[in-house]
């Protein structure tokens, strides 16, 4: 049974850093892909970075660039997204997704299997 948990969300101010953590069971970090997406209040959920199965290639949206690194640790099953420099504009509801895909993607549909969630909110 695939099933995917994040932590680490929580409260911080604007240009702190949080690390997002999503521990994976069920299947092995290998044959699948994992993505981080954040869907704020009012808006659509939006792809923000993932790293694939095999070669550990990472993908990033232009605006988190240079802030946010995305990670695995294959021996403990566990995805992480480092996130500095944040900005109010981040606040989001942060979820891991498990794709099955070769492909280096962050479009929702190749993602059948999601987390719960973690709330992250950026603000003096």
């Known amino acids: 049974q695939v099933q995917l948990v994040e932590s680490g969300g929580g409260l911080v101010q604007p240009g702190g850093s949080l690390r997002l953590s999503c521990a994976a069971s069920?299947?092995?970090?290998?044959?699948?892909?994992i993505g981080w997406f954040r869907q704020a209040p009012g808006k659509e959920r939006e792809g923000v970075s993932c790293i694939s199965r095999s070669d550990g290639s990472t993908y990033y949206r232009d605006s988190v660039k240079g802030r946010f690194t995305i990670s695995k640790d294959n021996a403990n099953n566990t995805v992480y997204l480092q996130m500095n420099s944040l900005k109010p504009e981040d606040t989001a509801i942060y979820y891991c997704?498990?794709?099955?895909?070769?492909?280096?993607?962050?479009?929702?549909?190749?993602?059948?299997?999601w987390g719960p969630g973690t709330q992250v909110t950026v603000s003096s």
């Open positions: 069920g299947f092995t970090l290998d044959i699948y892909a």
């Open positions: 997704a498990a794709s099955p895909s070769s492909a280096l993607t962050t479009t929702g549909r190749w993602y059948p299997y």
